[in-house]
């Protein structure tokens, strides 16, 4: 039997479920891109909020691209089990606060979400839809014009399809109509992820509209948020070990970790949950969260991914018992911390010990190959960022030089894996790139004249490129890294 409003009520008495009625619930966000992410932290919060009585802040959660989330959650009422996994065990939670659920395959649902978000009961959109769900140029912060999707949007505006082209039309429609813009959140791993979401949405108004644009630049909030949540993929055994404990089928529960942290900058012109109910926490201070989040958590991540992919290692905390990785790590940190400005009252030493408690959490199979998507789209916030401020102090920056080198034999050694996929939105011009030569030093050049990644300055930077080629050849000439063999060193 399935996980559903009529079923709720044989869901074992030791599981917290939803108590409140959730038919009274208004719904009033409404969130783009309904991953395992949101599910794992911003709908808890939420969940937290409504339990408390606040019936105000129910969720509509649709997905961009696909309709598998919809088909999963539709016929369970958009209620599905939370299993936060630590060492000492597993606590399985029912969430309720996602009342309706779109999929983002049709355009009959993209129609229904732009009704929705027109209209006045939408009070905030929130997003997850990952760094390359903005269309930026990250290296430049400039709107990707000719991006397929963009140019579709432009050109039909009345159906968008892309969160610019339904945030845009939306607040078109709600100008029109005398309604008061919604608040616009991105809960997305990118600095500054407020101001980013806001510079893509205005870039692409722009192009449509002038006075609307200018209007959105006066009116709409766009906080900035930091988020964290270690959550990986569903895997089947996750499923059936969760459904066997509910007694119930869910078809996608969420896997994630005891942790969950969240900071956001209160500005919202339309009101907003209390979600410190949850445990979030507004703050001013939201760059330096984000930047210790986004260098400590996400660029050991990535470097904890790539050399996970070259070693053979499945799983992050596979990883993290390897001397190779985790001495690099604690060099990593180092240098990060050289540079780190942390909020006020947070000891970075202590904040890095506890990530790697969290690394090591046995209970999570956080796959190495889900954090290696997507290298363009997240080195320059995670390890760029931190290697220009050494540069800027003239520091050397040897872990992130290697982190770098091990991104670059990833994709060296895809590019000559028969039938090798990188996932990656610049997939194509980084293969290309990697197959140019089999010298390690030309390799290293050609993939560091990636500008929409490395910018102009880095591959200027002869002493940077020095460090980066011989960072190369140590991994290559490393017996537990396995790289292509094609390279010569
Ligand atoms: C990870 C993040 O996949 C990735 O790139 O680094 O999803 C990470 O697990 C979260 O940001 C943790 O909050």
Redesign the pocket.
């Known amino acids: 039997m399935r996980l559903s409003t009529q079923t709720l009520s044989q869901v074992p008495s030791t599981i917290q479920k939803p108590a409140y009625d959730r038919h009274a619930v208004n719904v009033s966000i409404v969130h783009l891109g309904l991953g395992a992410f949101h599910r794992a932290h911003q709908a808890v919060f939420t969940d937290t909020v409504l339990a408390s009585g606040d019936l105000s802040w129910g969720i509509l959660g649709a997905g961009m691209v696909s309709s598998s989330m919809k088909d999963a959650l539709q016929p369970q009422d958009g209620l599905y089990t939370l299993a936060e996994k630590g060492a000492d065990g597993e606590t399985l939670r029912v969430i309720g606060a996602i009342i309706d659920v779109l999929g983002g395959a049709s355009d009959a649902d993209k129609q229904q979400l732009l009704a929705k978000m027109s209209d006045a009961s939408t009070r905030i959109v929130s997003l997850t839809v990952t760094e390359k769900g903005y269309y930026l140029d990250l290296a430049t912060g400039t709107l990707k014009l000719q991006a397929p999707e963009i140019v579709a949007d432009l050109a039909t505006p009345a159906t968008p399809r892309t969160i610019l082209g339904l945030i845009v039309y939306a607040l078109k429609n709600r100008r029109a109509a005398g309604i008061a813009p919604f608040t616009v959140m991105s809960c997305d791993?990118l600095p500054n992820n407020g101001r980013l979401a806001k510079a893509a949405v205005l870039a692409f108004a722009r192009e449509l509209d002038t006075d609307l644009a200018a209007w959105i630049d006066t009116h709409v909030a766009f906080p900035c948020t930091m988020?964290?949540?270690?959550?990986p993929a569903t895997t089947d055994a996750d499923r059936a070990h969760i459904n066997a404990r509910l007694g119930l089928e869910d078809a996608w529960p969420v896997v994630t970790e005891q942790f969950v942290q969240w900071v956001i900058e209160d500005h919202f012109t339309m009101g907003r949950p209390d979600w410190t109910l949850g445990g979030a926490v507004f703050s001013d201070e939201i760059e330096c969260w984000e930047n210790m989040k986004l260098r400590c958590?996400?660029g050991s991540?990535?470097t904890l991914a790539y050399l996970g992919q070259l070693t053979g290692r499945e799983t992050v905390a596979d990883a993290m018992q390897l001397p190779l990785i985790t001495d690099l790590l604690d060099q990593l940190w180092r240098e990060i911390r050289d540079v780190l400005n942390a909020p006020k009252g947070v000891n970075p030493a202590d904040y890095i010990d506890q990530l790697k408690q969290r690394f090591r959490n046995p209970a999570l199979k956080h796959r190495t190959a889900?954090?290696a998507c997507d290298g363009s789209q997240?080195l320059p916030q995670r390890l760029l960022a931190p290697l220009r401020d050494r540069l800027a102090q003239g520091l050397p920056s040897p872990a992130i030089a290697t982190a770098i080198a091990a991104w670059m034999h990833f994709v060296v050694k895809t590019a000559h894996t028969p039938d090798g996929v990188l996932n990656d939105p610049l997939a194509t011009d980084i293969l290309a790139r990697a197959r140019l030569s089999n010298d390690a030093a030309d390799i290293v050049g050609h993939l560091l004249a990636l500008d929409r990644i490395f910018g102009t300055d880095l591959p200027d930077n002869a002493d940077f490129r020095e460090q980066l080629i011989a960072k190369f050849i140590d991994l290559a000439q490393n017996g537990a890294v396995a790289t292509a063999p094609q390279i010569l060193l």
């Not at 988020?227 to 959550?231: H, L």
Request: charged letters at 25%; aromatic letters at 0%.
């Open positions: 791993n988020v964290d949540r270690i959550t958590l996400n991540h990535s889900q954090i997240k």
